[in-house]
T-cell receptor
């Protein structure tokens, strides 16, 4: 099955700086890559996603880039704020016709982002 | 919150006892999933369902069973709980759309097995 690796496991930045989290995946057929933010004691919340037919997607201070050739994708957060502090998870999803069920997600192990005021 | 609820939200039980966790959705989505979350492991799929009575195993299914007798409910059962099943359990649904399918999580159940 798909294998997703995520780096770094912890990341500390000063408020206002940028933060970048990187993930690699193993199955070249994976075509959907969501990012989830999880605050302490809460559920993972989808913050942005990208599908394999585009290379970059932005939503205000958050952007995701995808390099299909290298099989990696990254989350970029600009102008970080203390409320961005959380654990961020990347995931990859192979298409259902690869022996996987529709929507099956394989997660990275998470990055604890701390933004210092 | 995509209309997903989980019950109970917290449970403490003893080794060897059966435990059932419930996931309920209000919007008749076909696909439902059970994950467990442990420090250092991220989220790992236990079982999933693609319709009433249609279920299959995920990557960490040993010691767990599931049932889906109604579209809105997906039950996860630990037949004989062990301490290694102490974890936070998240249910998720898949919202299918022409723009792409997206997975949303329930609020989670914290299970402690003593």
């Amino acid at each position: 099955g798909e294998n997703v690796e995520q780096h770094p496991s912890t990341l500390s930045v000063q408020e206002g700086d940028s933060a970048v989290i990187k993930c690699t995946y193993s199955d070249s057929a994976s075509n959907y890559f969501p990012w989830y933010k999880q605050e302490l004691g809460k559920r993972p919340q989808l913050i942005i996603d990208i599908r394999s037919n585009v290379g970059e997607k932005k939503d205000q201070r958050i952007a995701v880039t995808l390099n299909k050739t290298a099989k990696h994708f990254s989350l970029h957060i600009t102008e970080t704020q203390p409320e961005d502090s959380a654990v961020y998870f990347c995931a990859a999803s192979p298409p259902a016709d690869r022996g996987s069920t529709l929507g099956r997600l394989y997660f990275g192990r998470g990055t604890q982002l701390t933004v210092w005021p | 919150d995509a209309g997903i609820t989980q019950s109970p939200r917290h449970k403490v039980t003893e080794t060897g006892t059966p435990v059932t966790l419930r996931c309920h959705q209000t919007e008749n989505h076909r696909y439902m999933y059970w994950y467990r979350q442990d420090p250092g492991h991220g989220l790992r799929l236990i079982h999933y369902s693609y319709g009433v009575k249609d279920t299959d195993k995920g990557e960490v299914s040993d010691g767990y069973s599931v049932s889906r007798s109604k579209t809105e409910d997906f039950l996860l059962t630990l037949e004989s709980a062990t301490s290694s099943q102490t974890s936070v359990y998240f249910c998720a649904i898949l919202i299918e759309s022409s723009a792409g399918d997206t997975q949303y999580f329930g609020p989670g159940t914290r299970l402690t097995v003593l």
